[in-house]
């Protein structure tokens, strides 16, 4: 029986510091047929050159050139990716980011799982142990998200991280074209999944998700919390739009020609399309469309 092969993609900025790291635990899979496609955002330190001296020493690892090699974004650099691989023998996709690292069984227990679930256009997410720069573990994160929440709050706030999923090569071609409106590719393959797929959750720590002053989780953590007052009355002042952004990406969502599986998306449109405020708030908790916490409930609902 031939061995599945797995794309992996790594979008890169500035990541010398972590780099190394992430790229030897990739190295060391379990799982030997994998090609690791890595797509640099314009870095301006060794983080190109890092990557070519990777490129020498294994044939899988392949650093991508793009024509335009200027800084685009997490969310464009993934896109531009996934477009690279799309016309490529493979069946599935990971991805990674810079600074984590895997456990040596990532490839491994990821792929069995999905080899056992897989039925159509699927995601299989896993859980993560959150370290700092050291590798000493922070917190141990529980199965608490699949169990306690509906697949419907997916919708108002994602809790699946890119580098803890896999897809198959269906939900791959599906969520090829990541709209601008979607707040990363994760989110996006999440929504796409959810509406035309299945979604399945492994309660198994895969890698080591490192925190630090520089990454993404740290800095939209702290954003979150920087002058509350002042950051909540400007994104009042641009309700407007953030409704205008969410009925344009559920309406690029729904274009998508394929049978739908789950009618969230679409009652989640009718929902935003609705012209009362009060009523939408009324609709949106009637049908389980809250945050995991209060704070980005009500904050969603105000904006809405």
């Not at 996006?188 to 399945?200: F, N, P, R």
Request: aromatic letters at 10%; one cysteine or more; glycine letters at 4%.
């Amino acid at each position: 029986m031939k061995q599945k092969k797995v794309n992996i993609l790594m979008a890169t900025f500035n990541g010398e510091d972590f780099l190394c790291d992430q790229i030897k635990s990739i190295v060391r899979q379990t799982y030997t047929n994998w090609e690791l496609y890595i797509g640099d955002d314009g870095s301006h330190d060794r983080t190109r050159k890092i990557i070519a001296n990777f490129e020498t020493l294994d044939s899988r690892i392949h650093l991508i050139k793009f024509k335009d090699s200027g800084s685009h974004g997490q969310l464009l650099n993934f896109k531009r990716l996934m477009y690279y691989v799309e016309p490529l023998d493979y069946d599935y996709i990971m991805f990674a980011d810079q600074d984590d690292v895997w456990h040596e069984n990532k490839v491994t227990d990821t792929l069995d799982s999905m080899l056992q679930i897989e039925k159509g256009p699927t995601l299989i997410y896993t859980n993560y142990d959150e370290n700092d720069i050291h590798g000493n573990l922070n917190l141990r994160y529980g199965s608490l998200f699949h169990k306690k929440y509906g697949m419907q709050q997916l919708l108002l706030q994602n809790w699946i991280m890119g580098c803890t999923m896999m897809i198959n090569r269906e939900l791959a071609d599906l969520g090829i074209s990541i709209p601008l409106e979607a707040e990363n590719h994760d989110n996006w393959l999440v929504l796409v999944a959810l509406t035309y797929g299945k979604i399945y959750y492994l309660d198994e720590s895969t890698m080591m998700h490192r925190i630090h002053e520089n990454n993404v989780t740290k800095n939209i953590s702290q954003n979150k919390f920087l002058r509350p007052e002042k950051r909540f009355l400007n994104d009042l002042k641009n309700k407007k739009k953030f409704r205008n952004r969410n009925i344009n990406l559920m309406v690029k969502l729904l274009s998508i020609d394929f049978k739908k599986t789950t009618n969230y998306a679409l009652l989640f449109l009718k929902i935003l399309n609705t012209r009362s405020k009060l009523k939408r708030i009324a609709l949106m908790e009637k049908n389980g469309f809250v945050g995991l916490n209060l704070h980005k409930t009500i904050k969603f609902l105000l904006m809405v």
